[in-house]
């Protein structure tokens, strides 16, 4: 398995960087690209964001097993679990209106106030206090999600006045380098955790500094700016209302409520599977993130001119794909008979659909859900997909450690069947929908909401 790990590693970033390659030589540049103004401003936004996804993104291999390490059952790591999930669910719905009324500015201040606070919770033995830390890391991920794009938004509209046409070319980028940033804190966690002997909480301390830079630099760098006032029960209310008169708008919630939930009980569940046959889990993290990324560059390949497949069909594919994975999953954990490399092999067939789904489903969000109900319909989106998640968590919190496993991925391959149905449903909706269709060569611009690595991003 630690030999598996290093060339699966080895492979998939050959295939990244050729994709990334090949994107880069076809890639159009405009005059954003070339302005001294705007290149001065992205940087002073790019050195505080980079900062916060790397330390974010530091603390994901280890997770699980750094609870583990402190010798909790894993019921008991399932519960703590259910709380991120919950908080996340909680803190998502309030986070606009929060970071609006107390500026964009104080708020990743705040992000990294909070976010540190919850890597020195993994100092402690005491499960109450790791409970509190998921929760303020719950708190952390949703300030990392709105504060930061919506200080970027008003202060490049706003303050400098520069072409709205010009942010998608921040947001290409940006979305680049958090895949980047991703696959290398892997690699810098391992280093950290087992080259150099340090144990499994070591990541987390090593996020701390990256942490205290963020702040330091938004407060240094960065002017205020505040958003507008929402009321919260008005968007959620045209939310409602929006999601129950389309149809085309439900079977999309279904569909994500179904996929994503069972991505969360993949990433709770990957430690346990693969970690009692020894292999490095940064690298395999680094891994997860290539093969996500190898997903990515594949969509964008898939819909340029020169292929035209449409984001419905390659989100059927990565429906099916997740569906295949967990299938295997239901042999390859199979008590007394558990085949690691099978396991592993699943594992990155779903991450690979990760990189598919998320910019099919983006795509489609963006042209189906109005602009104005977008906040709304997304707060709704959330809550059946934790409470599944949640659901799945305490299944096996009061399941037997190995048959549950497996059973659980069983349910898993249930849930993907009927978001097969679902998408079927969806593609009969909107088969002859023009307006649907890629038209048009485009890179695709990841939202901050919907990024391929996001659900890894709730787990902390």
């Not at 908080?87 to 998502?92: D, E, I, R, T």
């Not at 099919?360 to 709704?380: C, H, S, T, Y």
């Not at 009927?418 to 909706?429: E, G, I, K, N, W």
Request: hydrophobic content about 50%; aromatic content about 14%; proline content about 4%.
């Amino acid at each position: 398995m630690f030999f598996t790990a290093y060339v699966a590693f080895v492979v998939l970033l050959a295939i990244c960087l050729g994709l990334e390659f090949s994107a880069c030589r076809s890639r159009l540049t405009g005059s954003a690209c070339t302005n001294p103004a705007f290149l001065r401003f992205q940087l002073d936004y790019y050195q505080v964001y980079f900062l916060a996804l790397a330390a974010d993104w530091l603390q994901g291999p280890y997770l699980y097993k750094l609870y583990q390490h402190y010798h909790f059952l894993e019921g008991q790591i399932a519960i703590i679990y259910v709380c991120g999930f919950a908080s996340s669910v909680l803190f998502g719905l309030v986070s606009t209106s929060l970071v609006d009324w107390l500026g964009r500015k104080k708020s990743c201040i705040l992000f990294s106030l909070t976010y540190s606070i919850c890597c020195l919770t993994k100092l402690s033995w005491d499960y109450f206090v790791l409970v509190v830390g998921r929760i303020l890391g719950g708190l952390s991920t949703a300030l990392l999600f709105s504060a930061f794009e919506a200080w970027y938004v008003h202060e490049h509209l706003e303050r400098h006045d520069f072409p709205a046409e010009w942010i998608p070319a921040t947001f290409a980028r940006a979305a680049f380098w958090n895949n980047v940033i991703a696959v290398g804190a892997g690699v810098a966690a391992n280093l950290f955790a087992e080259w150099a002997g340090l144990g499994p909480v070591a990541p987390f301390m090593v996020s701390i500094p990256f942490l205290a830079l963020v702040g330091i630099f938004a407060m240094k760098n960065w002017e205020e700016n505040y958003g507008k006032k929402r009321a919260l029960s008005k968007t959620c209310t045209d939310g409602l209302k929006c999601l129950l008169s389309d149809r085309r708008v439900l079977l999309l919630g279904i569909i994500q409520a179904l996929f994503e939930s069972v991505i969360y009980i993949f990433i709770f569940l990957w430690t346990p599977v693969l970690d009692p046959h020894g292999p490095p889990l940064g690298i395999v993290f680094s891994s997860f993130m290539a093969a996500s990324m190898v997903g990515s560059s594949l969509y964008r390949i898939a819909t340029s001119k020169r292929y035209h497949l449409q984001p419905m069909h390659i989100l059927s594919l990565s429906v099916l794909m997740v569906f295949f994975s967990l299938f295997m999953l239901t042999f390859s954990t199979n008590p007394g008979q558990e085949n690691p490399s099978e396991s592993f092999l699943a594992f990155l067939l779903i991450e690979l659909s990760c990189g598919l789904y998320f910019p099919a489903m983006g795509f489609l969000r963006r042209k189906v859900i109005p602009e104005k109900d977008q906040a709304g319909v997304l707060n709704w989106f959330r809550v059946p997909l934790n409470l599944l998640a949640c659901l799945g968590m305490l299944i096996l919190h009061d399941s037997d450690y190995k048959t549950g496993t497996r059973n659980m991925f069983t349910i898993c391959s249930v849930m993907m069947v009927m978001a097969l149905l679902a998408v079927v449903s969806l593609f009969t909706v909107v088969r002859n929908n023009a307006e649907l269709q890629v038209t048009e060569m485009s890179v695709w611009i990841q939202d901050r909401s919907d990024s391929p690595h996001d659900s890894w991003r709730n787990k902390h």
